[in-house]
């Protein structure tokens, strides 16, 4: 379950949506509200959030944004990285070493804002386990079939 605070945060909406999951298998993570491209001020919200998405009984993401290189990851308190931040962050070093890490550390590792063949391909370089992008939601007929062929052609490619 991602947050929308890249649309913009709805605090009601939030917890509603908390306890509409809260119970049901299937959800792998829930972000921990953010704010694009500061961690510092993610940092903040996650330690105000997190023990609320637990009590929910539902396992928490860290959103990865610009700046956490300069801050101590509380790699205890979260069951899932989501990649979040600016492009340059995104496909940067630090983040690279970021999933190595949490793939290390049995982490579960998700990269948001992901609508090309070329982005899809970069996450599964570096380890992600999953993607998203407004682009299945907007233009899912089109978009769908086009990023599951990216993935069957990376699985095939893998097992020749």
Same mark, same amino acid.
């Given at each position: 379950?991602?947050?929308?605070?890249?649309?913009?945060?709805?605090?009601?909406?939030?917890?509603?949506?908390?306890?509409?999951? *809260?119970? +049901?298998?299937?959800?792998?993570?829930?972000?921990?509200?953010?704010?694009?491209?500061? %961690?510092?001020?993610?940092?903040?919200?996650?330690?105000?959030?997190?023990?609320?998405?637990?009590?929910?009984?539902?396992?928490?993401?860290?959103? %990865? *944004?610009?700046?956490?290189?300069?801050?101590?990851? &509380?790699?205890?308190?979260?069951?899932?990285?989501?990649?979040?931040?600016?492009?340059? =962050? +995104?496909?940067?070093?630090?983040?690279?070493?970021?999933?190595?890490?949490?793939?290390?550390?049995?982490?579960?590792?998700?990269?948001?804002?992901?609508?090309? +063949?070329?982005?899809?391909?970069? %996450?599964?370089?570096?380890?992600?386990? @999953?993607?998203?992008?407004?682009?299945?939601?907007? =233009?899912?007929?089109?978009?769908? &079939? +086009? %990023?599951?062929?990216?993935?069957? *052609? *990376?699985?095939?490619?893998?097992? @020749?």
């Amino acid at each position: 379950m991602d947050n929308d605070c890249f649309t913009g945060f709805n605090e009601k909406a939030f917890v509603n949506y908390l306890g509409k999951i *809260q119970g +049901k298998e299937g959800c792998l993570f829930v972000s921990a509200p953010d704010v694009v491209g500061d %961690a510092e001020l993610t940092l903040e919200r996650f330690h105000h959030w997190q023990p609320i998405i637990k009590s929910y009984g539902l396992p928490v993401a860290l959103v %990865a *944004q610009d700046g956490l290189d300069k801050h101590e990851v &509380p790699w205890t308190m979260f069951e899932a990285l989501f990649i979040g931040g600016t492009t340059e =962050f +995104k496909l940067g070093e630090y983040v690279k070493e970021l999933v190595r890490e949490a793939k290390e550390r049995g982490k579960f590792v998700h990269m948001g804002r992901v609508n090309s +063949k070329k982005r899809i391909e970069y %996450a599964i370089s570096i380890g992600c386990d @999953s993607v998203d992008g407004s682009g299945y939601s907007m =233009f899912p007929d089109t978009n769908i &079939p +086009k %990023a599951l062929a990216v993935l069957n *052609q *990376q699985y095939w490619e893998e097992f @020749s």
